[in-house]
């Protein structure tokens, strides 16, 4: 069995489809889980079943912490690899947070950095912008400044908490990020991941302007953020931006 967790949290819960994909066919342990785990319910092992149909079981934190102290005996590329597998399972049933904590602990930064992106403005209108940036301050630098939406992300966090003043130099380095994919050919002009962000960026310097008290210039990149929004973004990001 393994331990559940949120972001390095144990919960002490788990599903059976994800042992079986944390399993994979180790040792010879493929699709095994259900037998498994129906064992340590009729032996009475720290296990108790959450739903009638035995998919999901919980188990006492110290059975937890018991398994997680052998976990880190493996050594920390199987460890990495276990997490690895748990990010790809938890993102593939839709679990955002979850697959960025287990990417985040597998040192996975590039399935982090991509969900991270992806999926910080919902965090975020959830309240829970303390997670974001804990999310993003446990990501490499260069992993920030080589990739344009993950940059351009930080810096409505820093926004968001108030560190006007950070922002300059970590937008300056989403713009260079933002030329050189489009220059890979990572991003084009009808790629939705792309679409509005050139007036994000016009935007932020539009912010930072007017932070730094110079009202002439904010307008006029206010004015060209409004000018590059996409026609066809959907009505709640184009009334949230042209709002801000």
């Known amino acids: 069995t393994i331990s559940y967790s949120v972001t390095g949290v144990q919960t002490c819960a788990l599903p059976i489809s994800l042992c079986d994909a944390v399993l ?8 095994q889980s259900a037998p ?16 009638d ?26 460890v990495a690899q276990l997490r690895s597998r748990a990010a790809e399972w938890c993102e593939g049933e839709g679990q955002v947070a979850e697959a960025i904590g287990y990417a985040l602990a597998a040192g996975d930064y590039q399935r982090a ?58 937008l300056v380095n989403a713009e ?20 509005d962000l050139p007036a994000q960026i016009a935007l932020l310097h539009s912010i930072v302007a007017r932070y730094n008290n110079d009202c002439e210039a904010a307008v006029v990149l206010a004015e060209r953020a409004i000018s590059l929004l996409p026609k ?6 184009d009334v949230q931006l042209r709002a801000l």
């Open 36 to 51: 498994i785990l129906a064992y340590l319910e009729r032996a009475n092992l720290f296990l108790v079943p959450l739903d």
């Open 176 to 195: 260079t990020a933002l030329n050189e994919q489009i220059m890979a050919g990572e991003f084009g002009p009808d790629d939705a991941d792309y679409a």
């Open 113 to 170: 950095g991509r969900l991270i992106a992806s999926y910080w403005y919902i965090a975020a209108n959830n309240g829970e912008i303390g997670t974001v940036g804990s999310w993003m301050d446990a990501l490499p630098e260069d992993t920030v400044k080589q990739n344009a939406p993950l940059g351009i992300a930080y810096c409505w966090v820093l926004w968001l908490t108030g560190q006007v003043g950070a922002i300059e130099a970590h």
């Open 24 to 31: 994979a066919d180790d040792e010879g342990f493929k699709d």
């Open 232 to 237: 066809d973004l959907p009505p709640q990001d």
């Open 53 to 78: 149909e035995r998919c999901w079981y919980r188990y006492h934190h110290l059975f937890a912490d018991l398994l997680q102290a052998r976990l880190n005996q493996s050594g920390v590329d199987r």
